[in-house]
């Protein structure tokens, strides 16, 4: 019997796919007018920052929250690539330690436990991911955490009582996940830290 389709990944998956051609135009769009104006003033530095940033949060969105067919694989390269593009000039530094290739339905799960970590970090800090005899392990550092426990709670309780908005939307999701690979998560939080393994 097979599990019934993932819809918020097909939704996501859609989403990404449709956005992800636009936004790239656009890019391109700003690389051409910067390439024929010899005036280049902030303002077409900020909608070339802002295309960029963008760009970079749609592929990541598109891991995060979109399909994973089973079999299907992702390679460190662009894994790497997409959390550069992400952190480029923010607070947050990701250090990706994963294998040449990966099944992409576990770095979804990651991206989606990044999310997570990065919800407790409004300061920033660093993450570091690695992956080592069947198991990830994800290590959040940064000077002030702000953990909601109860947030945390629905990683293992999903029916923990906890008030969550489309900003937290990733926490409902990473239980889901947790099942449908058969994996179990283990979460320890302390001072300063912030330790995931699946």
């Known amino acids: 019997m097979h599990d019934k389709p993932d819809i918020a990944a097909l939704i996501g998956s859609r989403i990404c796919h449709d956005l992800i051609s636009p936004i790239g135009a656009i890019g391109n769009g700003v690389e051409l007018l ?20 963008a760009n970079a949060r749609i592929r990541f969105f598109r891991i995060a929250f979109g399909a994973a067919s089973p079999g299907q694989r992702i390679g460190r390269a662009e894994v790497a690539e997409v959390l550069a593009g992400l952190t480029r000039g923010g607070r947050l530094v990701i250090d990706w330690q994963g294998p040449a290739e990966m099944a992409r339905a576990e770095v979804k799960l990651a991206c989606l436990l990044i999310l997570c970590m990065e919800t407790a970090m409004p300061q920033g800090g660093r993450i570091t991911v690695s992956h080592g005899e069947g198991r ?12 909601d426990p109860a947030l945390w709670e629905v990683l293992s309780n999903p029916a923990a009582p906890a008030e969550i908005g489309p900003a937290q939307v990733h926490f409902l999701l990473v239980p889901e996940e947790i099942r449908r690979q058969n994996r179990r998560l283990a979460v320890e939080t302390g001072d300063g830290t912030i330790r995931l393994s699946f």
């Open 136 to 147: 990830w392990a994800l290590v959040a550092e940064a000077a002030r955490l702000r953990v």
């Open 34 to 53: 910067m390439l024929e104006s010899r005036d280049q003033g902030p303002e077409m530095a900020l909608i070339s920052d802002s295309v960029t940033q």
